[in-house]
T-cell receptor, first 114, second 113 residues
Framework: AQSVAQPEDQVNVAEGNPLTVKCTYSVSGNPYLFWYVQYPNRGLQFLLKYITGDNLVKGSYGFEAEFNKSQTSFHLKKPSALVSDSALYFCAVRDGDYGQNFVFGPGTRLSVLP | AAGVIQSPRHLIKEKRETATLKCYPIPRHDTVYWYQQGPGQDPQFLISFYEKMQSDKGSIPDRFSAQQFSDYHSELNMSSLELGDSALYFC????????????FGEGSRLTVL
């Protein structure tokens, strides 16, 4: 079975500084990895995904993530944080070889301070 | 572009009552998922349907059932409601098999009193 860990409940960063939200995963087969953002009382919005190919994936709103197979990680990054990036971020994994299920991590709350 | 539509957006029920949530996936999406998100929790997978057939089952209580209809909309039926069922219920849809990302609706907030 697959699982996702997000080791930080909360990340605080100053506006204009780079941000990183960490994610590690465990799957039996090939990992398909996703990042989502959730604003209060809203649905989850897709940011980016890694399926295959280049380890650095670029997504919406200037976010990017780097797939690292040896460290089983898929950290979300942005070079310059905005106050409007403040939200709840979820990493998710799907086993590319077995099953349909998406599994989400516990989420990391990002606060960007002006 | 069309998104995933969920109804109702808010629902208040008493304990032991029944509730039905509806989901209309994005046109041409072939898979529908249901998730439950409790306060401060990550979304928990309940059940999914591929081409109107149940494809995977997660932590869905026996009191809950779901189905997908010929027009691809899906309904989540919840009976004998308990206080702990109070949560946000999300429907999501996808296409392109396992590589496709999920597109989420805005959720249905169920409050059980």
């Amino acid at each position: 079975a697959q699982s996702v860990a997000q080791p930080e409940d909360q990340v605080n960063v100053a506006e204009g500084n780079p941000l990183t939200v960490k994610c590690t995963y465990s799957v039996s087969g090939n990992p398909y990895l996703f990042w989502y953002v959730q604003y209060p009382n809203r649905g989850l919005q897709f940011l980016l995904k890694y399926i295959t190919g280049d380890n650095l994936v670029k997504g919406s709103y200037g976010f990017e993530a780097e797939f690292n197979k040896s460290q089983t990680s898929f950290h979300l990054k942005k070079p310059s944080a905005l106050v409007s990036d403040s939200a709840l971020y979820f990493c998710a994994v799907r086993d590319g070889d077995y099953g349909q299920n998406f599994v989400f991590g516990p989420g990391t709350r990002l606060s960007v301070l002006p | 572009a069309a998104g995933v539509i969920q109804s109702p957006r808010h629902l208040i029920k008493e304990k032991r009552e029944t509730a039905t949530l509806k989901c209309y996936p994005i046109p041409r999406h072939d898979t529908v998922y249901w998730y439950q998100q409790g306060p401060g929790q990550d979304p928990q997978f309940l059940i999914s349907f591929y081409e109107k057939m149940q494809s995977d089952k997660g932590s869905i209580p026996d009191r809950f059932s779901a189905q997908q209809f010929s027009d691809y909309h899906s309904e989540l039926n919840m009976s004998s409601l308990e206080l702990g069922d109070s949560a946000l219920y999300f429907c999501a849809s996808s296409w392109n098999g396992r590589t496709g990302e999920l597109f989420f609706g805005e959720g249905s907030r169920l409050t059980v009193l």
